[in-house]
């Protein structure tokens, strides 16, 4: 790029800036439940135990055009990627107003019958190759760091899916873990694996009535789930490793 392509493409940046601030600051005004509200959720909750909260959410306010998008990357709040997401982290971005939510706890889990055979000696442990995010990737590492894998799975989805054909072990949130009964926690929940789950936003839409709206319903949604998310929920029972 030239030096006045630069130049340019900074005052476009700067340009750009300006308008979604403006449209924030507008946006500031509703004071009606109505409009277009975009939702970035992390997949392995949007399709299972969220998805109940969202319908209701626009069931009770059908004039709000309620638009879920689902992504396991940080979407660019800034730039109006989307208006609010759901993300799971210890360190949310300051520029960004967040609400936890509550902690999401994880285990190690296995199938019933993989997990009795590794207890009576009949089957090695053995680890899934994980790669859907860095906090799984990591423990996996720490929980296995010779890497003997042959078996690799970029989404918790199909962990779970591997988990439950007998494939091996790996770590799951316990909400999702604790809620099939063909697994069994190999290992219960660890503090040092906790992580919190943040609803955050822009601060431009802070006074912006669709965002407070959906920020209120899915605290009282997660206020009635907070033993799953923190494993606390009839927990399988735990195999000795």
Same mark, same amino acid.
């Given at each position: 790029?030239?030096?006045?392509? &630069? &130049?340019?493409?900074? $005052?476009?940046?700067?340009?750009?800036?300006?308008?979604?601030?403006? =449209?924030?600051?507008? #946006?500031?005004?509703?004071?009606?439940?109505?409009?277009?509200?975009?939702?970035?959720?992390? *997949? +392995?909750?949007?399709?299972?135990?969220?998805?109940?909260?969202?319908?209701?959410?626009?069931?009770?306010?059908?004039?709000?055009?309620?638009?879920?998008?689902?992504?396991?990357?940080?979407?660019?709040?800034?730039?109006?990627?989307?208006? /609010?997401?759901?993300?799971?982290? *210890?360190?949310?971005?300051?520029?960004?107003?967040?609400?936890?939510?509550?902690?999401?706890? $994880?285990?190690?889990?296995?199938?019933?019958?993989?997990?009795?055979?590794?207890?009576?000696?009949?089957?090695?442990?053995?680890?899934?190759? /994980?790669?859907?995010?860095?906090?799984?990737?990591?423990?996996?590492?720490?929980?296995?760091?010779?890497? %003997?894998? *042959?078996?690799?799975?970029?989404?918790?989805?199909?962990?779970?899916?591997?988990?439950? #054909?007998?494939?091996?072990?790996?770590?799951?949130?316990?909400?999702?873990? %604790? $809620?099939?009964?063909?697994?069994?926690?190999?290992?219960?929940? %660890?503090?040092?694996?906790?992580?919190?789950?943040?609803?955050?936003?822009?601060?431009?839409?802070? !006074?912006?009535?669709?965002?407070?709206?959906? !920020? &209120?319903?899915?605290? $009282? &949604? /997660?206020? +009635?789930?907070?033993?799953?998310? =923190?494993? +606390?929920?009839?927990?399988?029972? +735990?195999?000795?490793?």
């Amino acid at each position: 790029m030239t030096e006045a392509g &630069e &130049e340019l493409q900074l $005052s476009a940046r700067r340009i750009e800036v300006e308008i979604l601030g403006f =449209e924030g600051a507008q #946006a500031g005004h509703d004071t009606d439940a109505a409009g277009e509200l975009r939702v970035s959720a992390i *997949n +392995n909750m949007a399709s299972t135990v969220l998805m109940p909260a969202f319908t209701r959410f626009s069931k009770a306010y059908p004039k709000i055009e309620f638009h879920l998008v689902v992504t396991n990357k940080f979407v660019k709040l800034a730039e109006r990627d989307a208006d /609010i997401a759901i993300r799971l982290t *210890n360190t949310p971005l300051d520029t960004l107003i967040g609400t936890r939510l509550t902690t999401v706890a $994880s285990a190690v889990y296995g199938s019933q019958d993989y997990c009795a055979q590794v207890q009576a000696g009949t089957a090695a442990e053995k680890w899934l190759g /994980i790669e859907c995010c860095g906090f799984h990737t990591s423990w996996t590492k720490d929980a296995c760091p010779d890497k %003997d894998h *042959n078996f690799y799975v970029d989404d918790t989805l199909l962990t779970l899916a591997a988990l439950k #054909a007998g494939a091996g072990l790996a770590y799951l949130p316990c909400f999702m873990g %604790d $809620s099939q009964p063909s697994l069994s926690r190999f290992r219960p929940p %660890d503090a040092k694996h906790d992580l919190g789950l943040w609803l955050v936003y822009h601060r431009d839409l802070r !006074r912006t009535k669709r965002v407070r709206l959906f !920020r &209120e319903h899915m605290q $009282s &949604e /997660i206020a +009635n789930l907070r033993d799953l998310f =923190e494993g +606390n929920s009839a927990p399988q029972t +735990n195999c000795p490793s």
